[in-house]
T-cell receptor, first 115, second 111 residues
Framework: DVKVTQSSRYLVKRTGEKVFLECVQD?????MFWYRQDPGLGLRLIYF???????EKGDIPEGYSVSREKKERFSLILESASTNQTSMYLC??????????????FGPGTRLTVT | DAKTTQPPSMDCAEGRAANLPCNHS???????VYWYRQIHSQGPQYIIH???NNETNEMASLIITEDRKSSTLILPHATLRDTAVYYC????????????FGAGTILRVKS
């Protein structure tokens, strides 16, 4: 089974702190994604990466950066956490298939609270 | 990308079929229809996808109309564990492409 793991299930940080959210997948997938999920807003894509050291901005990249130094690991960085970044953060990975099977595997999520 | 429209919520009796509709009237010829679901406190889970033919797997069936402007996800025998938010997504599958999740349909399966 594909497994996507996230470093923490719950995290509480203070305003202004630098925050690292780690995501690891074990299926050699090329593509990895970071989303945030907020009530009434659904899932919104922050950043994605389709190869090592490659990254693309999603719909809401402001206030975030990412790092992909190894294929299995995709990190989301909040340079200076703010209260409006309190959210559920979800990591996903997928394998590109020309036949259209674009199955994204999601991690369990990290609920981040910034106080 | 085609926009999708789903009802905000639906109820279904346990053991009955749950039929979740999705409208995608602006879908283009190379866009696939994907269904995911998200059970409370978990990440979304892939269910099924299709292009123009009906599809079935161990979880569900996907019926796509001939004009491809709408589709229906069918859970043949809904259980309480199927209570979740169901997302219909229409997307061209290109290298580096990504899924965009809308608000989805909250399905409540009741005993």
């Amino acid at each position: 089974d594909v497994k996507v793991t996230q470093s923490s299930r719950y995290l509480v940080k203070r305003t202004g702190e630098k925050v690292f959210l780690e995501c690891v997948q074990d299926m050699d997938h090329e593509n990895m994604f970071w989303y945030r999920q907020d009530p009434g807003l659904g899932l919104r894509l922050i950043y994605f990466s389709y190869d090592v050291k490659m990254k693309e901005k999603g719909d809401i990249p402001e206030g975030y950066s990412v790092s992909r130094e190894k294929k299995e690991r995709f990190s989301l960085i909040l340079e200076s956490a703010s209260t409006n970044q309190t959210s559920m953060y979800l990591c996903a990975s997928s394998l590109y298939s020309p036949r259209g099977r674009w199955e994204q595997y999601f991690g369990p999520g990290t609920r981040l609270t910034v106080t | 990308d085609a926009k999708t429209t789903q009802p905000p919520s639906m109820d279904c009796a346990e053991g009955r079929a749950a039929n979740l509709p999705c409208n995608h009237s602006t879908i283009s010829g190379n866009e696939y229809v994907y269904w995911y679901r998200q059970i409370h406190s978990q990440g979304p889970q892939y269910i099924i996808h299709g292009l123009k033919n009906n599809e079935t797997n161990e979880m569900a069936s996907l019926i796509i109309t001939e004009d491809r402007k709408s589709s229906t996800l069918i859970l043949p025998h809904a259980t309480l564990r199927d209570t979740a938010v169901y997302y219909c997504i229409v997307r061209v599958m290109e290298y580096g492409n990504k899924l965009v999740f809308g608000a989805g349909t909250i399905l409540r399966v009741k005993s």
